[in-house]
């Protein structure tokens, strides 16, 4: 099964892709697609498209467009459960310990790292950053 995680601009400035990517890697992630990109404000906010009526819409948006992100397609079994798990609540300071946002995460919104919540949004989400071409040479391993 696969899910989306997006390495996000605070972590990608801070040089802490690699430490993240050992993490997900460790935690029995296979990496099956990588992209560094730079969201324009158009794809941001069609991305975040749930959260458009959220008071810290605009802020999300304008820090998801500041920098490189690093999206990736990530496969293991039960894969969004465990993701979600691996890198801890959304605001750090109420993340366990040894999460990846409890140890790279700055605010709720600069939070290092972004998954997918449900088998339906991770299957959007991969498309969204991974054409289906590509998808569909992963799935068969050529
Ligand atoms: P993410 O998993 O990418 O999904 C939505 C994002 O919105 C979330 O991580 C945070 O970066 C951001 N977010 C969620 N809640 C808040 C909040 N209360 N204040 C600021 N940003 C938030």
Do not use: C, W
Not at 54 to 63: A, D, E, I, K, W
Not at 92 to 118: C, F, M, V, W
């Amino acid at each position: 099964m696969l899910t989306l995680a997006i390495i996000k601009p605070d972590a990608v400035a801070a040089r802490a892709s690699g430490k993240i990517l050992a993490h997900l890697e460790q935690a029995g992630f296979t990496v099956r697609a990588a992209r560094l990109v730079r969201l324009t404000t158009r794809r941001a906010e069609e991305f975040y498209a749930v959260h458009r009526e959220r008071p810290f819409f605009r802020s999300l948006v304008t820090f998801m467009t500041s920098g490189p992100a690093l999206a990736l397609a990530l496969e293991r079994e039960d894969a969004v459960a465990v993701l979600r798990d691996v890198i801890g609540a959304t605001d750090p300071a109420e993340a366990k310990p040894g999460t990846i946002r409890k140890l790279y995460a700055q605010s709720k919104e600069r939070n290092a790292i972004h998954a997918s919540d449900s088998p339906e949004n991770a299957l959007q989400e991969v498309r969204f950053f991974f054409p289906d071409a590509e998808l569909a040479q992963l799935r068969s391993g050529q």
